[in-house]
């Protein structure tokens, strides 16, 4: 099998370091090739802990969505109403992010950065809205 | 094996308790479920408590048992979010089957209205969150749980209609139990005009927060009044975070279920459930009610009895032990036998499923 381009060092904050620089990270188990959702110590299939850091191109299908009206806090209250979506990125693994107006369930979005007050964030935009090539 | 019987249970008023902290309040119900068992404090040899949100303290039971003057045998605090009280009521049950304790104390409850400020309050919930994943786009519980629900409707075909029956039905059982939170009665129109939350969730589709507290007492001795076992347990715990959920058809409960049935010796057919979205509709016939064929949360349940964090979860227990010990008053269930007790903590992350049973 041909190694992995790693994309980022193994690292606690890689995802959150990644939205920083508007890009989706997501981890591939070296042992097994299995992509996987969050950031995991071990392979929850093989149990591997050799997993490495890829950036996605950011496409995917919306898995859930919410219009949020009541914020936790005061930074985002200033956001209100903003769209809070599960989408399912094309390499495999599920990511929780912001999305824009108006998706639905099932439709293929990619996603752009977000600068919202100090808070970097990663918004999913209707794919056929976009131009093409990686976020 | 010995057989574990619930043999006293206790519980506070949900709502507002102005003043009263986490351990007052646990005491309060604890005192109650003593009582409620003819049992002495010396009695108790087994002692297991909840987290408290506005008590994080690194020993809470032994804190509680110094306070409250128990000297048990064995003691553990417990945190798995709302599962915590019947996880704690199955762990009850297999010290005493072992044998290693003859009669626990379970108990759980906290000032989570009046002891913090509600941003406080959702913010500190909205931790069950991931920190790095999920928390930085400004979620909070209902926000989860409103994710969870569109993707189920989406599934399914419930609507927003369907889960209003559900509200409803808990605010007309909370209605006759003097100690529920919320009591005042409302329509399917009213809940779907309440203030949005987070779609398709709106203000009175969502719990409130609620002081209170609930105990009871699991012992090997059956006692003397009516005989409630606890024939099954079962656990499943298949992700922590609603990112790491693969599908919302399959979060664990089921699996919990599964082997808490398993365990009883019962079949589901025994007890009942409604098919996969078809919850409202049996709600609109009256399967829940009270009288109907399954009685469903008659006490109120989170959403109008009330949500003390544990406490909130474990209110069910006890509910469903007083129905079977036929002293739920007027709101007794008729003929009751078997009863299905289901929690789960985080976003459906940890699942705990009960059979109890009335013997005899």
């Known amino acids: 099998m041909r190694p992995d381009p790693i994309d980022a060092?193994?690292?606690?904050?890689?995802?959150?370091?990644?939205?920083?620089?508007?890009?989706?990270?997501?981890?591939?188990?070296?042992?097994?090739?299995?992509?996987?959702?969050?950031s995991r110590l071990a392979c929850p299939h093989c149990g591997?802990?050799?997993?490495?850091?890829?950036?996605?191109?950011?496409?995917?299908?919306?898995?859930?969505?919410?219009?949020?009206?009541?914020?936790?806090?005061?930074?985002?209250?200033?956001?209100?109403?903003?769209?809070?979506?599960?989408?399912?990125?094309?390499?495999?693994?599920?990511?929780?992010?912001?999305?824009?107006?108006?998706?639905?369930?099932?439709?293929?979005?990619?996603?752009?950065?977000?600068?919202?007050?100090?808070?970097?964030?990663?918004?999913?935009?209707?794919?056929s809205a976009m131009p093409e090539g990686p976020p | 094996m010995h057989t574990a019987f619930i043999v006293g249970t206790g519980h506070t008023a949900f709502g507002r308790h102005e003043g009263r902290g986490a351990l007052a309040l646990m005491a309060d119900a604890a005192r109650l479920a003593l009582a409620d068992a003819a049992l002495e404090h010396a009695a108790i040899d087994?002692?297991?408590?909840?987290?408290?949100?506005?008590?994080?303290?690194?020993?809470?039971?032994?804190?509680?048992?110094?306070?409250?003057g128990l000297r048990p045998a064995v003691a553990h605090s417990v945190q798995l979010g709302g599962a915590t009280g019947a996880a704690m009521i199955m762990q009850a049950a297999d010290l005493v089957r072992a044998g290693r304790c003859q009669r626990v104390l379970v108990v759980a409850g906290e000032n989570r209205l009046s002891g913090q400020t509600r941003d406080s309050s959702i913010q500190t919930l909205a931790q069950v969150g991931h920190p790095q994943h999920e928390v930085p786009n400004g979620t909070s519980v209902p926000a989860y749980y409103a994710l969870l629900a569109s993707r189920y409707l989406h599934e399914t075909g419930t609507t927003e209609a369907d889960l209003a029956e559900l509200a409803v039905l808990m605010r007309?059982?909370?209605?006759?139990?003097?100690?529920?939170?919320?009591?005042?009665?409302?329509?399917?129109?009213?809940?779907?005009?309440?203030?949005?939350?987070?779609t398709p969730l709106k203000l009175l589709d969502c719990c409130p927060i609620s002081d209170g507290a609930v105990a009871l007492v699991v012992s090997r001795d059956a006692g003397g009044g009516a005989r409630v076992a606890l024939l099954g347990a079962g656990q499943a715990h298949q992700h922590q975070h609603l990112t790491a959920l693969a599908s919302v058809m399959d979060s664990g409960a089921a699996a919990a279920a599964r082997r808490a049935l398993i365990e009883s010796g019962l079949a589901l057919a025994q007890i009942g459930l409604a098919p996969r979205g078809g919850a409202a509709a049996q709600a609109r016939e009256g399967r829940f009610a009270r009288h109907g064929p399954l009685p469903l949360n008659t006490h109120g349940g989170l959403l109008s009895f009330g949500h003390s964090g544990v406490a909130g979860g474990m209110a069910h227990a006890v509910e469903a032990a007083r129905q079977l010990a036929g002293r739920a008053g007027e709101r007794q269930v008729p003929r009751a036998t078997h009863a299905l007790v289901h929690a789960d903590g985080g976003v459906l992350s940890s699942h705990v499923s009960l059979v109890l049973s009335r013997e005899g």
């Open chain 2, 172 to 198: 007309q059982h909370a209605a006759t139990h003097p100690g529920a939170h919320l009591r005042t009665p409302i329509t399917v129109a009213e809940v779907m005009a309440s203030k949005p939350v987070a």
């Open chain 2, 46 to 68: 087994g002692l297991l408590c909840g987290y408290a949100t506005t008590l994080p303290h690194l020993m809470l039971s032994t804190l509680f048992a110094e306070g409250f």
């Open chain 1, 9 to 38: 060092p193994a690292s606690e904050t890689a995802y959150l370091d990644g939205i920083q620089q508007g890009v989706l990270r997501y981890q591939r188990c070296a042992a097994c090739g299995r992509t996987l959702t969050l």
């Open chain 1, 48 to 127: 591997s802990a050799d997993l490495h850091w890829l950036t996605s191109n950011g496409s995917g299908q919306v898995y859930a969505l919410t219009q949020v009206t009541r914020a936790p806090s005061e930074a985002f209250r200033a956001l209100l109403p903003y769209t809070l979506v599960l989408v399912d990125l094309d390499e495999g693994p599920r990511v929780m992010a912001h999305g824009v107006p108006g998706l639905r369930i099932g439709q293929r979005v990619r996603a752009r950065p977000l600068q919202a007050g100090s808070s970097a964030l990663m918004q999913f935009h209707p794919e």
